[in-house]
């Protein structure tokens, strides 16, 4: 379980098998919002998909705001690397800092795991790449039309 925040409202704990239609409406949302072209092929795979969060339900920290999700982070060990799988703040709760306190928190939950770097990857096209260069995270390559990025968790 996750400490309580200072703000009274909001809440952090560790995702549950409850929470996995939360993520999956989330996941399919942006999809529709950012790469409509891939729903179908999204849509085909989502059983895999499923089955990554229900696996890395522990890897996950869920904020909520009176009792209601409004945003997750989870990571997983993919490759021998510590990587953010996915990252999700509600619309309304966007721009208040809370993306990048669930990208600290799940920082911090691999590097407690032993991990010395976090990866991710983003849709080029993604407005949230910018949150994630402002968090110390590096470009280190591209896949098609995903920018790879790296930061060091050494503390």
């Not at 306190?101 to 096209?125: F, I, K």
Request: aromatic share 8%.
């Amino acid at each position: 379980m996750r400490e309580e925040s200072e703000e009274p409202d909001l809440r952090w704990r560790t995702a549950d098998a409850a929470d996995l239609p939360f993520i999956q409406v989330a996941e399919l949302d942006y999809i529709r919002a950012h790469e409509p072209d891939q729903e179908a092929a999204w849509l085909a795979v989502v059983d895999r998909n499923r089955q990554l969060w229900a696996e890395n339900l522990e890897r996950t920290t869920v904020a909520e705001v009176g009792g209601t999700p409004v945003g997750y982070g989870m990571w997983a060990v993919l490759e021998g690397v510590a990587t953010v799988v996915t990252l999700h703040v509600a619309p309304a709760h966007r721009r208040s800092g809370l993306g990048r306190r669930l990208l600290d928190t799940v920082g911090d939950d691999a590097r407690r795991s032993g991990h010395d770097v976090l990866a991710l990857g983003v849709h080029r096209e993604n407005p949230a790449r910018h949150l994630y260069e402002s968090a110390g995270f590096t470009l280190t390559g591209e896949d098609g039309d995903y920018l790879l990025f790296r930061r060091d968790l050494d503390g």
